[in-house]
T-cell receptor, first 112, second 113 residues
Framework: QKEVEQDPGPLSVPEGAIVSLNCTYS??????FMWYRQYSRKGPELLMY????GNKEDGRFTAQVDKSSKYISLFIRDSQPSDSATYLC????????????FGTGTQLKVEL | EAGVTQFPSHSVIEKGQTVTLRCDPI?????LYWYRRVMGKEIKFLLH????????ESGMPNNRFLAERTGGTYSTLKVQPAELEDSGVYFC???????????FGEGSRLTVL
């Protein structure tokens, strides 16, 4: 069983829709949770960074962490065609620094 | 300021040959990481340098892989001899501090035939 499970999609939504992306994990040592966005043929870029449980909002993006359920989410409001990319969840344990465990990524397409 | 740069962007080699991938981290970043994504799988950690020292190489798959970071600047990842299962995209990333934001390069795509 993988430590981090993520639905690979693809997920196709109309412009302006609210997008919900999710990951579940099994390792209770994970304390730091990240969402990366990766455009085709590019490297991942950090979108959101959350420590432990709770919500974090940045513009149109909201990250949620529920450690009791080992479940993290990324919400994108008012989605735009430029949001079309692969979204990767990643996490690390205390003391693990940037030794990240990634999900497989969800491919998102926002259509006009 | 230049980001993390990787070379080559794509390499096609025969099984049994040797390939060397290079990574130039962001200037001033002491922490350098190698990650790999094989087809259909998740991105996986390979190893972590702090300056020229290997901090953690627990993700290196076997002794056909050799990573170096002489002088604490750029890093190389050599695969010798390459096997079919080594095909994938090799990402380099760097950060200023161990827990700081990680910046990824665009990756080096390796195809072993």
């Amino acid at each position: 069983q993988k430590e981090v499970e993520q639905d690979p999609g693809p997920l196709s939504v109309p412009e302006g829709a609210i997008v919900s992306l999710n990951c579940t994990y099994s390792n209770s040592a994970f304390q730091y949770f990240m969402w990366y966005r990766q455009y085709s043929r590019k490297g991942p870029e950090l979108l959101m960074y959350t420590y432990s449980s709770g919500n974090k909002e940045d513009g149109r993006f909201t990250a949620q962490v529920d450690k009791s359920s080992k479940y993290i989410s990324l919400f994108i409001r008012d989605s735009q065609p430029s949001d079309s990319a692969t979204y990767l969840c990643a996490m690390s344990a205390t003391g693990g620094g940037n030794k990240l465990t990634f999900g497989t990524g969800t491919q998102l397409k926002v259509e006009l | 300021e230049a980001g993390v740069t990787q070379f080559p962007s794509h390499s096609v080699i025969e099984k049994g040959q040797t390939v060397t991938l290079r990574c130039d981290p962001i200037s001033g970043h002491d922490n350098l990481y190698w990650y790999r994504r094989v087809m259909g799988k998740e991105i996986k950690f390979l190893l972590h340098f702090v300056k020229e020292s290997k901090q953690d190489e627990s993700g290196m798959p076997n002794n056909r892989f050799l990573a170096e970071r002489t002088g604490g600047t750029y890093s190389t990842l050599k695969v010798q001899p390459a096997e079919l299962e080594d095909s994938g995209v090799y990402f380099c990333a760097s950060s200023q501090v161990t827990t700081g934001e990680l910046f990824f390069g665009e990756g080096s795509r390796l195809t072993v035939l």
